[in-house]
């Protein structure tokens, strides 16, 4: 997990471009985390990928514990609003299949009580790739269709 701490009292987090971890199936991942003291704050994490057309799907939580909490009050991701839920010590932010291509940029504002809150999340980037049957279904219908137009030729 990419770890980042940043903030105090009433400080803001910029993080350096973080590169998602990919593989060679079309999918990209990164977790990352920060805390802060007392205070309000904004915070914006820049992720990068291969910048192909994709979908990007991700969650935010805080860590609470019985000396500090956060609130979220508003999310973005390449400046599309985020759904957030505070219900008691329980903050967090969730998002589904958001188009996305190449950079990414969340930024969070919200308020932290008591010392060292905390929140936690995790980037997920994938494309559409298609499964080796369909290159495999797609071969065998141009040969079919090749066989078809030699056959009918003659």
Do not use: C
């Amino acid at each position: 997990m990419s770890t980042a701490f940043g903030g105090a009292m009433a400080e803001n987090y910029t993080s350096p471009v973080i590169a998602l971890v990919g593989d060679n199936a079309g999918s990209w991942t990164k977790g990352f985390e920060t805390n802060h003291q007392v205070g309000d704050f904004t915070d914006s994490w820049t992720f990068s990928y291969s910048g192909v057309a994709a979908d990007a799907t991700g969650f935010v939580k805080n860590l609470q514990n019985s000396k500090s909490n956060i609130d979220f009050y508003s999310a973005t991701l390449n400046g599309v609003a985020l759904d957030i839920s505070n219900i008691g010590k329980k903050s967090e932010i969730e998002f589904f299949d958001l188009p996305v291509n190449g950079t990414l940029n969340l930024v969070l504002t919200g308020k932290a009580f008591g010392t060292n809150a905390s929140y936690a999340g995790t980037i997920d980037v994938t494309t559409a790739v298609p499964e080796p049957t369909t290159y495999g279904m797609l071969l065998g219908g141009l040969g079919v269709m090749g066989f078809l137009a030699r056959r009918r030729k003659a």
